[in-house]
């Protein structure tokens, strides 16, 4: 079982079920969803796109997953959870753009937003002491050598490359896309995300996601909102 905090939007939001379409599982229900076409892509081309956001959900990663340290429970993790999000507040992040990390395409801000990487170092540090540290494997399977100092150093101490002054807040909608077809996917995303490139997004909640297994589909298992304002939702 390992664990993983998130930010997704709410089940019924309109980015989570324009997003959900795109990835074609819905990470409340685990449901499989029918994809929308890509231009002349093969359904089967399609869904080997987004195979690597399906199995996680649609998200952006906040404490990266993680097994519970010995000694820590779920019930326990769940409650400081709720400690945590009634003393933060919602915030918006002010533009949120369809864009490319690399080969794989997200939504992302559309510039520096500093409430954004404030939040996700206070979710960091804050359940560092529910986490499990990594083993060897987990460990080789980030390619540390790879890695800059800085990430290498973040791996080792927080589990995760990309904290702090690596962070940068990202919706995963495709894995790796080759060179010759990321014109026609990133036109088929700018058609698709069109009510939402440009705008701003709210930061309402901090999600808890769930894999029971190594390699399993995460899903959603609560919802808390930040600032207390409305009872935790639990999927």
């Given at each position: 079982m390992r664990y993983a905090l998130y930010f997704t939007p709410p089940a019924s939001d309109p980015l989570t079920l324009a997003a959900q379409r795109w990835l074609g599982r819905n990470a409340f229900t685990g449901a499989a969803l029918e994809q929308p076409a890509i231009g002349?892509?093969?359904a089967s081309a399609v869904a080997g796109l987004t195979a690597d956001p399906r199995r996680y959900g649609f998200h952006a990663t906040l404490k990266a997953p993680f097994a519970l340290a010995e000694g820590r429970s779920e019930a326990e993790l769940v409650a400081e959870i709720g400690r945590f999000v009634c003393e933060m507040e919602a915030f918006d992040i002010p533009e949120l753009v369809v864009g490319r990390l690399g080969s794989f395409f997200a939504l992302i801000p559309g510039d520096h937003c500093e409430p954004l990487q404030s939040f996700a170092g206070d979710v960091v540090r804050r359940f560092e002491r529910f986490?499990?540290?990594?083993?060897?494997a987990d460990i080789a399977r980030r390619k540390p050598d790879e890695l800059g100092a800085a990430e290498r150093q973040n791996l080792v101490q927080w589990g995760y490359p990309y904290v702090f002054d690596e962070f940068r807040f990202h919706m995963t909608l495709t894995g790796r896309v080759p060179l010759e077809s990321r014109d026609a996917v990133e036109a088929a995303l700018l058609d698709h995300f069109a009510d939402f490139h440009g705008r701003p997004l709210t930061l309402g909640g901090l999600a808890l996601f769930r894999e029971p297994s190594r390699g399993?589909?995460?899903?959603v298992h609560s919802l808390f909102p930040l600032g207390g304002a409305a009872n935790r939702k639990t999927a």
């Open positions: 002349n892509f093969e986490r499990a540290p990594l083993t060897s399993a589909d995460f899903t």
